[in-house]
């Protein structure tokens, strides 16, 4: 008889706390034996997967929104450790990704079947990503959304939020250092992607995947907001805008300075305050459990 697998449960998550029971059920119908933690805070959930890692665990499922799931990236990048995802966030942009199901059946059945790949890991300052770090717009947006106002209206939270940012928001003064170039960019939508989905079913790029081995770097419009919608729409509508009202590059480094000093990035919908964003990609750094025969172009 083999180990239960370790389940970390972030309770805080859009669904975390009412979908335990569900969850652990699904499991077992699947032939998972589970050792639940129902996980209150990231440093709880850290030395659960720390443990796991120390104790040379195959596996552990954590289930959660993409923050939580970057958080369990710091921990097990480089190890030997698979991550095992139970989507119960918002967007749940990562489980897309890797073409693992959004309902918690499908779901345990990709970790029931066990299928490994390696796939890439963003960093940011340090710290891991999974889907995108961003500045401007859509940070800003994620700052003012609060867990109750996403707990109740999913992703429709956004939208409604983002009417409200739009009507003051100041562009952004940025330098991009790549190790081939440099450019001053006047934006009001940076984002760094690792794969390529972005906020839920937005498509980063089309050709994107986390297993690339770059980072797809897109500056949505200009200086003006009307650039930005028209850009945004055909990035939204068509997978990515390629007129003139949008920059893409394609890098493995990148140093992005806001002129302006600190202000919020959001690194997989978490914020952090930063004038200067170091980014980098760490090709096949984290183990995942994906379902057979995934493809990260076709998901």
Not at 112 to 122: E, W
Not at 182 to 202: C, E, F, I, K, M
Not at 255 to 260: G, K, L, P, S
Request: charged residues 20%; contains cysteine; proline residues 5%.
């Amino acid at each position: 008889m083999t180990d239960p697998l370790r389940l970390i449960i972030n309770t805080q998550s859009r669904r975390g706390r009412a979908q335990l029971s569900t969850a652990v059920h699904a499991l077992k119908v699947n032939g998972v034996e589970v050792d639940l933690l129902a996980a209150t805070s990231p440093a709880e959930s850290d030395a659960a997967l720390r443990a796991a890692v120390e104790r040379g665990a195959a596996s552990v499922i954590v289930g959660g929104g993409d923050g939580t799931l970057s958080h369990a990236a710091q921990v097990l990048a480089h190890t030997g450790t698979a991550l095992g995802v139970l989507p119960l966030g918002t967007g749940n942009t990562f489980a897309r990704s890797v073409g693992v199901p959004l309902d918690l059946a499908g779901a345990a059945r990709v970790i029931a079947a066990g299928h490994r790949t390696r796939i890439d890991v963003g960093r940011v300052n340090g710290r891991a990503f999974l889907n995108s770090a961003a500045m401007g717009v859509s940070a800003h947006i994620a700052q003012a959304l609060t867990p109750e106002l996403k707990r109740r209206m999913g992703l429709l939270a956004w939208p409604l939020v983002g009417f409200q940012v739009l009507r003051s928001h100041q562009a952004l003064q940025l330098e991009l250092q790549l190790p081939q170039e440099q450019r001053r960019v006047r934006t009001h939508q940076l984002l760094v992607a690792n794969g390529r989905y972005v906020a839920g079913p937005l498509v980063a790029a089309p050709d994107a995947s986390v297993q690339d081995h770059r980072l797809d770097v897109l500056a949505l419009g200009g200086n003006r907001l009307r650039s930005l919608l028209r850009a945004g729409l055909g990035w939204a509508t068509l997978g990515s805008d390629r007129s003139q009202s949008t920059l893409r590059l394609e890098t493995q480094r990148l140093c992005v300075i806001n002129q302006n000093g600190p202000t919020a990035v959001s690194v997989d919908g978490e914020i952090i305050e930063a004038a200067r964003l170091d980014l980098s990609v760490e090709p096949r750094a984290l183990w995942v459990l994906v379902p057979p025969g995934f493809d990260p172009q076709t998901v």
